[in-house]
């Protein structure tokens, strides 16, 4: 991941955001670019992706965690007054932003990773919530469709299963030991 942060610095604050928010939140950078501020309740603490704009045809809502809250709070600040979208189209007037390519680019050759994709961002995401917090907790956290789909996201390892391993044999033991005759 530090290569990546360190990528993200070699692109404006806007790009930046926008990137961020992706890794932050797992959502895809359609949904990202296109998040209009009548989605987000801050007080609340919660995005919400209509059925009609996400790749599911599902209703979604994310949480506002701290860091994202902090890129919220900031686009708002930069954002010209009356804009519809959190990265508003620059060329645009009332459009949201489309295209990314030139700055992921930036990000790609300061992070020294020419074959990073903006999509990894997601299965970071992904990774790094089931281990955190479990497939279902991911799950809801990254707006899959199904636990399938979220394992195309997951990258994971036998060393990510030495938690579970530890508990199974811990409560072995302890059943082994009060199964001993005294």
Same mark, same amino acid.
């Given at each position: 991941?530090?290569?990546?942060?360190?990528?993200?610095?070699?692109?404006?604050?806007?790009?930046?955001?926008?990137?961020?928010?992706?890794?932050?939140?797992?959502?895809?950078?359609?949904? =990202?670019?296109?998040?209009?501020?009548?989605?987000?309740?801050?007080?609340?603490?919660?995005?919400?992706?209509?059925?009609?704009?996400?790749?599911?045809?599902?209703?979604?809502?994310?949480?506002?965690?701290?860091?994202?809250?902090?890129?919220?709070?900031?686009?708002?600040?930069?954002?010209?007054?009356?804009? =519809?979208?959190?990265?508003?189209?620059?060329?645009?007037?009332?459009?949201?932003?489309?295209?990314?390519?030139?700055?992921?680019?930036? =990000?790609?050759?300061?992070?020294?990773?020419?074959?990073?994709?903006?999509?990894?961002?997601?299965?970071?995401?992904?990774?790094?919530?089931?281990?955190?917090?479990?497939?279902?907790?991911?799950?809801?956290?990254?707006?899959?469709?199904?636990?399938?789909?979220?394992?195309?996201?997951?990258?994971?390892?036998?060393?990510?299963?030495?938690?579970?391993?530890?508990?199974?044999?811990?409560?072995?033991?302890?059943?082994?030991?009060?199964?001993?005759?005294?």
């Amino acid at each position: 991941l530090a290569d990546i942060a360190r990528g993200l610095e070699a692109v404006s604050p806007f790009w930046k955001s926008l990137f961020l928010f992706a890794a932050l939140t797992g959502k895809r950078v359609g949904n =990202v670019r296109s998040l209009r501020w009548n989605q987000i309740d801050l007080d609340g603490g919660v995005i919400v992706w209509q059925a009609a704009e996400t790749k599911n045809r599902r209703s979604l809502a994310g949480p506002i965690t701290p860091g994202v809250r902090q890129i919220l709070e900031d686009r708002r600040r930069e954002t010209p007054p009356g804009s =519809v979208y959190v990265w508003p189209s620059p060329h645009r007037e009332g459009r949201h932003i489309m295209f990314y390519e030139s700055p992921w680019q930036a =990000v790609r050759e300061a992070a020294g990773r020419p074959g990073l994709l903006v999509h990894h961002l997601r299965h970071i995401a992904g990774t790094t919530a089931v281990r955190a917090a479990g497939a279902d907790r991911a799950q809801l956290l990254t707006g899959h469709a199904s636990r399938s789909a979220l394992a195309v996201y997951t990258h994971l390892t036998a060393d990510d299963a030495l938690p579970a391993a530890a508990a199974v044999e811990s409560a072995w033991a302890a059943a082994r030991k009060q199964a001993r005759p005294r």
